[in-house]
C-alpha cells in the first residue's frame, strides 16, 4: 500500500511536470503569422499589438478611433497595420474590416489568431438603476461584438488553421456588481466553451484569458463615479429615496476599494497570457490572470451561502430596506 501511494505521487507530479514542460514549447517562424486584434486604441490591445509587432509577427490592429489608428502606428514596424474606424457593434464595419484584411494578406495565407479584445465597462449601478438600453450597449460590445467578429473573421481562422482569444473576466465566472458586464462577460465564457467543442475536429482551438481588476483606462476612477452619480440622478424620486445618499456613496467607496486595494498596475501579465496564447504551441484553455483571481477563483467554489456573505461584506443596505 505504501508503495502504491509513492507510485500515484510519482504519477500527479509527472503529469504536472509534463504539462508544465509543454507549455514551454513555442510556435515556430512567428515572421509568417498574421494576427487581427480588436481594440487596440488604448490598454491591453494596443500593448499586445506592440509586443507581437516587436516579435515579428504581422499585426492587424483594429482601433475605434482614427487617434488610436495613430497612437498605435507610433514606433511600429510596417508589419504592423492599422485599421479604423472598426465599431465592433456594427456587421458592415467588420466585414469592412474583413475586406481589408483580406486584401493585405498573401493569396496563400489565413490568420493564425483573431483576438477579440475590444470591450467596455458600461453603466455602473444596481437591478432597477438600468433599462434594456443599458444591458444592450454593454454586450452589443462586449458579447455580440465578440461573436460577430468571430462568425465573419472564421474563414480566415479556418484557412490558417489558427485559434480565437477571447478576453473574459474573472466575473464571467462569479457574479458581481455591475451587472450589465458581468452577464456579457458571463455569456463570453459560454460562447468560447461552445465554440471550443463545436470547433475541436477542425483544426482550430479557442483560449478564454479571465483577468482580475487591472488598472487600464477602462477603469478610469473619475469616469467610472461620474457614471455611477448620473445613473442615480436620472432615477425616479421614489427610487433615488428607497436606495439614499449613502448606497450611492457607499458604491463610489466601492469604486475606491477596488482601484486603491484590488486593482494591479502590472498590465503586462494579461499581455503576456495573450502572447502565451498565441505563441505556445500547447495553449491553455483558460488563462486567471492577477493575484486577486486567485482569492476569488477560492470564493466561487464555496457554497453560495458563504461566498454570498463574503461578496457583500462592503454593499450597504438600501435606506428604504431597513
Not at 490572470?289 to 463574503?310: A, H, K, T, Y
Amino acid at each position: 500500500m505504501f508503495c502504491f501511494c509513492w507510485y500515484v505521487i510519482g504519477a500527479v507530479a509527472g503529469y504536472f511536470l509534463l504539462k508544465w514542460l509543454l507549455r514551454l514549447v513555442k510556435i515556430s517562424d512567428y515572421s509568417n503569422k498574421y494576427v487581427f486584434i480588436t481594440g487596440c486604441d488604448t490598454g491591453f490591445g494596443h500593448m499586445l499589438a506592440k509586443r507581437l509587432d516587436g516579435l515579428g509577427f504581422h499585426v492587424f490592429a483594429a482601433c475605434f478611433t482614427e487617434k488610436g489608428a495613430d497612437d498605435t502606428k507610433k514606433g511600429a514596424s510596417s508589419r504592423l497595420i492599422t485599421i479604423s474606424p472598426v465599431d465592433v457593434t456594427k456587421e458592415e464595419s467588420i466585414q469592412k474590416a474583413l475586406q481589408e484584411v483580406e486584401s493585405k494578406l498573401p493569396t496563400d495565407k489565413g490568420l493564425w489568431a483573431i483576438v477579440n479584445n475590444a470591450g467596455i465597462a458600461g453603466p455602473m449601478g444596481y437591478i432597477d438603476w438600468f433599462t434594456r438600453k443599458h444591458y444592450e450597449s454593454v454586450l452589443a460590445v462586449n458579447l455580440f461584438g465578440v461573436i460577430e467578429v468571430t462568425r465573419i473573421f472564421l474563414p480566415l481562422i479556418r484557412k490558417g488553421k489558427g485559434r480565437v482569444v477571447n478576453i473574459a473576466s474573472f466575473l464571467g465566472r462569479i457574479g458581481i456588481p455591475p451587472m450589465p458586464y458581468t452577464i456579457s462577460k458571463y455569456g463570453v465564457e459560454a460562447f468560447s466553451d461552445c465554440l471550443r467543442r463545436e470547433l475541436y475536429h477542425q483544426g482550430i482551438s479557442v483560449h478564454i484569458l479571465e483577468p482580475g481588476y487591472f488598472r487600464t483606462n477602462i477603469l478610469d476612477r473619475s469616469t467610472l463615479k461620474d457614471n455611477m452619480r448620473r445613473n442615480f440622478s436620472e432615477l425616479p424620486q421614489d427610487l433615488q429615496e428607497y436606495y439614499g445618499k449613502k448606497y450611492l456613496e457607499n458604491g463610489i467607496e466601492v469604486i475606491d476599494f477596488v482601484l486603491d486595494k484590488v486593482a494591479s498596475p502590472h498590465t503586462h501579465k494579461v499581455v503576456d497570457a495573450y502572447t502565451h496564447a498565441i505563441t505556445a504551441r500547447f495553449p491553455k484553455h483558460r488563462y486567471l490572470v492577477g493575484n486577486d483571481i486567485q482569492v476569488f477563483r477560492l470564493v466561487w467554489n464555496l457554497p453560495e451561502w458563504l461566498s454570498d456573505w463574503l461578496l457583500t461584506l462592503q454593499t450597504a443596505t438600501p435606506a428604504g430596506a431597513k
